[in-house]
C-alpha cells in the first residue's frame, strides 16, 4: 500500500462484500436482533449448562462394535458451538459490525465471558451497532 492508498485502511464496518441496498416489508429489524439477542444468550447459557452437568462419560451406544462415542464432546457441543457462532455472525451482520466476525476465535473468546460479561458485550453492540445502516 502506498501513500495515495490511505482509504484502504478504512474501510466499511461490514467490507464491501457483505453490503446490499435493499427494500423490506415485514418485522422490524430491531425485533429481529432483540430475538437474535436471546438466542444468545440461551446458547452462551446451554453451553455453560453442558460442560458442567454432562458428564464427560456418557457415551452413545454404537450399533457395531466400535469404541463407545462421547454425547458430550461428539453430538452436544459441536452442534451447540455451530448454533452459537452462527448466531453470533448473524447478530454482528444485523447490527452493521461485521468487522468483528474477522476474529475467528471470537466463539471461544465469548464463550470464555460469564453471563454478566457476555451481557455486557451484546449491550456494547447494541449500542456501537445499527440495525439500520
Known amino acids: 500500500m ?5 482509504d484502504d485502511m478504512f ?5 464491501q462484500a457483505y453490503e446490499t441496498d435493499q ?9 429481529v436482533a432483540e430475538k437474535i439477542r436471546h ?3 440461551s446458547t452462551h447459557s446451554l ?3 453442558i460442560r458442567r452437568r454432562v458428564p ?4 452413545a451406544d454404537e450399533p457395531s462394535a466400535g469404541p463407545r462415542v462421547s454425547v458430550k464432546d461428539e453430538y452436544l457441543l459441536p452442534t451447540a458451538y455451530y448454533a452459537f457462532r452462527s448466531a453470533i455472525i448473524g447478530y454482528l451482520a444485523l447490527n452493521n459490525m461485521m468487522s ?3 476474529d ?7 464463550l470464555a465471558y460469564s453471563r454478566d460479561e457476555f451481557k455486557d458485550w451484546l449491550d456494547r453492540i447494541d449500542q456501537g451497532g445499527s440495525v439500520t445502516g
Not at 474501510?11 to 467490507?15: E, G, I, V
Not at 475467528?104 to 465469548?110: A, C
Open 104 to 110: 475467528h476465535n471470537i466463539g471461544d473468546r465469548l
Open 100 to 102: 468483528l466476525a474477522s
Open 39 to 41: 438466542s444468545l444468550e
Open 11 to 15: 474501510r466499511p464496518p461490514n467490507d
Open 56 to 59: 464427560d462419560g456418557l457415551a
Open 47 to 49: 453451553i455453560h449448562e
Open 23 to 31: 427494500i423490506r416489508t415485514g418485522p422490524p429489524l430491531e425485533y
Open 2 to 6: 502506498n501513500g495515495d492508498d490511505s
